[in-house]
T-cell receptor, first 114, second 111 residues
């Protein structure tokens, strides 16, 4: 079965550079969530989209923006990168906005900021 | 963590023994979910228990939920070396869909 695809899997950037992370949800999933997991930390919710509209927002810095496109894939844009942005970034997808729908996680993008 | 804590933070047991991990949370929830993560890799959904359920089983996994104490436990029976991973509980609070994760328990199964 098709899973959530994230690209790239690994990304190395310098401070103050920009990065774009991509997420391709499972086919027919219309809801995407982004989570950030720092080293040794639990995943923290950043932002979510349902039917191409932002549905919820968490602890996402103003330097970050995200959107969901007409084909339901989502991109997380990160600017003015800081050392503290080094983390695993997960995307998860599901259908609809029910609280009981399982979120299927992608393998993550490991971002390293030097 | 925003929502809860897990206990213990690390657990090391012998293969074949049972492993119990606990999770506490702060606010009213719709459901609680348990995830597994191998070192630095993706999150794998293990089980979901709704707020009106008290116990749920899936294979060697048993999850309990006590909403009066705002706590949950995950029991892995007859542990195997391949169960070595970090285990996170995550809650979905009422009126929301996002997952709020606990701090995780790092489980090591010694062969």
């Amino acid at each position: 079965a098709a899973g959530v695809i994230q690209s790239p899997r690994h990304l190395i950037k310098e401070k103050r550079e920009t990065a774009t992370l991509k997420c391709y949800p499972i086919p027919r999933h219309d809801t995407v969530y982004w989570y950030q997991q720092g080293p040794g930390q639990d995943p923290q919710f950043l932002i979510s989209f349902y039917e191409k509209m932002q549905s919820d927002k968490g602890s996402i810095p103003d330097r970050f923006s995200a959107q969901q496109f007409s084909d339901y894939h989502s991109e997380l844009n990160m600017s003015s990168l800081e050392l503290g942005d080094s983390a695993l970034y997960f995307c998860a997808s599901t259908t609809g906005v029910s609280s009981y729908n399982e979120q299927f996680f992608g393998p993550g993008t490991r971002l390293t900021v030097l | 963590s925003q929502q809860g804590e897990e206990d213990p933070q690390a657990l090391s047991i012998q293969e074949g023994e049972n492993a119990t991990m606990n999770c506490s949370y702060k606010t009213s929830i719709n459901n609680l979910q348990w995830y597994r993560q191998n070192s630095g890799r993706g999150l794998v959904h293990l089980i979901l228990i709704r707020s009106n359920e008290r116990e749920k089983h899936s294979g060697r996994l048993r999850v309990t939920l006590d909403t009066s104490k705002k706590s949950s436990s995950l029991l892995i029976t007859a542990s195997r070396a391949a169960d070595t991973a970090s285990y996170f509980c995550a809650t979905v609070i009422q009126g929301a869909q996002k997952l709020v994760f606990g701090q995780g328990t790092r489980l090591t199964i010694n062969p």
